[in-house]
């Protein structure tokens, strides 16, 4: 009968919550191992500046290679570092990896640029962020003008003071910093105005189908204009195509991230890249030269 039904329905139920509850176990202790057994790499997606098309910086992405398994995406893996605290240590080591490599690049003589390095808002909770990035600067000398924390935009939606202290502190030490995914986490205006922000990052959904779709066109277009009213750069993510990039260079958007001009890369890939780059500038002609 239903009773009988609605009994076995409970148990799958209990069951398959048994199951999830497992794996995500399982993923929490590979994670743990793979981070203490350096299995965990980051890779590097330039970003460009719109009107020059110059490299001026690159945001390091984390990419997990398991034995097993293979890649696992950080869309699966963040959640589960975020839920079990273990995004504390982990958002420390990708800090201080990041600065490590930056300051390596100066020591090579590649170009300054910035690298960007995403927070998740577990880390404002969990670990005393101001003081961690301080110690990742200070032992290994790289610059804070060159570093940005990138914050979801969601993150800045919740315990306003709180979040405020940390960004003051953060910006204290001489870093960047920028909203990610901008335009999908409901922040107030009047709350963003007074955090100490340098960058928004417009989220790549509303890129995705421009210009097919007028409403996404009109909405990156509005971030760019907001953005600029408040004294803001601009930067879009996700950018495939020419007609997408022809359109953010219509608006003036300052700067991009994308397919288009590249994927994330592993490090050396991404210094290759940097250096090709500075070598074709220094053998063109600058515009002193363009005259007599
Ligand atoms: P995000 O910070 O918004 O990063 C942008 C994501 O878009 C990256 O995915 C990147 O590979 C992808 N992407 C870049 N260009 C394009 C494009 O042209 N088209 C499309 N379709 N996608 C593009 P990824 O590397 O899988 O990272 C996913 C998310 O995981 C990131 O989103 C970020 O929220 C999180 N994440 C990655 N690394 C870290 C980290 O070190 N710490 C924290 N807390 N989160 C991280
Ligand atoms: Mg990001
Ligand atoms: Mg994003
Ligand atoms: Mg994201």
Same mark, same amino acid.
């Given at each position: 009968?239903? /009773?009988? $039904?609605?009994?076995?329905?409970?148990?799958?139920?209990?069951?398959? =919550? @048994?199951?999830?509850?497992?794996?995500?176990?399982?993923?929490?202790? $590979?994670?743990?191992?793979?981070?203490?057994?350096?299995?965990?790499?980051?890779?590097?997606?330039?970003?460009? +500046?719109?009107?020059?098309?110059?490299?001026?910086?690159?945001?390091?992405?984390?990419?997990?290679?398991?034995?097993?398994?293979?890649?696992?995406?950080?869309?699966?893996?963040?959640?589960?570092?975020?839920?079990?605290?273990?995004?504390?240590?982990?958002?420390?080591?990708?800090?201080? #990896?990041?600065?490590? #490599?930056?300051?390596?690049?100066?020591?090579?003589?590649?170009?300054?640029?910035?690298?960007?390095?995403?927070?998740?808002?577990?880390?404002?909770?969990?670990?005393?962020?101001?003081?961690?990035?301080?110690?990742?600067?200070?032992? @290994?000398?790289?610059?804070?003008?060159?570093?940005?924390?990138?914050? @979801?935009?969601?993150?800045?939606?919740?315990?306003?003071?709180?979040?405020?202290?940390?960004?003051?502190?953060?910006?204290?030490?001489?870093?960047?910093?920028?909203? +990610? +995914?901008?335009?999908?986490?409901?922040?107030?205006?009047?709350?963003? /105005?007074?955090?100490?922000?340098?960058?928004? /990052?417009?989220?790549?959904?509303?890129?995705?189908?421009?210009?097919?779709?007028?409403?996404? =066109?009109?909405?990156?277009?509005?971030?760019?204009? =907001?953005?600029?009213? =408040?004294?803001? /750069?601009?930067?879009?993510?996700?950018?495939?195509?020419?007609?997408?990039?022809?359109?953010?260079?219509? $608006?003036?958007?300052?700067?991009? #991230?994308?397919?288009?001009?590249?994927?994330?890369?592993?490090?050396? +890939?991404?210094?290759?890249?940097?250096?090709?780059?500075?070598?074709?500038?220094?053998?063109?002609? @600058?515009?002193?030269?363009?005259?007599?």
């Amino acid at each position: 009968g239903a /009773k009988a $039904r609605g009994r076995g329905a409970l148990c799958f139920f209990a069951e398959e =919550m @048994t199951t999830a509850a497992r794996e995500r176990l399982e993923l929490e202790s $590979r994670l743990r191992q793979a981070l203490a057994q350096e299995q965990l790499q980051l890779h590097y997606q330039p970003q460009a +500046d719109i009107a020059t098309g110059r490299i001026i910086g690159a945001e390091a992405l984390l990419r997990w290679n398991d034995p097993q398994e293979g890649a696992i995406s950080p869309a699966r893996f963040i959640p589960v570092a975020e839920s079990s605290g273990l995004i504390g240590p982990l958002g420390e080591w990708v800090l201080r #990896q990041v600065c490590q #490599q930056g300051q390596r690049w100066l020591d090579a003589g590649l170009p300054a640029i910035t690298l960007a390095v995403n927070v998740s808002p577990r880390q404002f909770q969990l670990t005393d962020l101001v003081a961690s990035t301080r110690t990742a600067l200070a032992e @290994t000398g790289f610059p804070a003008s060159q570093l940005e924390l990138e914050i @979801t935009e969601s993150a800045l939606a919740e315990r306003f003071e709180e979040v405020l202290k940390v960004l003051e502190g953060l910006q204290g030490l001489g870093l960047h910093l920028a909203v +990610d +995914d901008f335009g999908t986490g409901y922040s107030s205006l009047a709350h963003l /105005k007074r955090f100490p922000i340098d960058v928004l /990052k417009i989220d790549q959904s509303f890129i995705r189908d421009i210009p097919h779709h007028c409403d996404d =066109m009109a909405i990156s277009a509005a971030i760019i204009a =907001m953005g600029h009213s =408040m004294a803001l /750069k601009v930067l879009a993510e996700g950018v495939e195509t020419q007609e997408q990039l022809a359109f953010l260079v219509e $608006r003036g958007c300052d700067s991009y #991230q994308g397919y288009l001009l590249s994927r994330p890369l592993p490090a050396a +890939d991404f210094a290759l890249l940097l250096q090709k780059q500075a070598l074709a500038a220094a053998a063109a002609p @600058t515009t002193a030269d363009v005259g007599f």
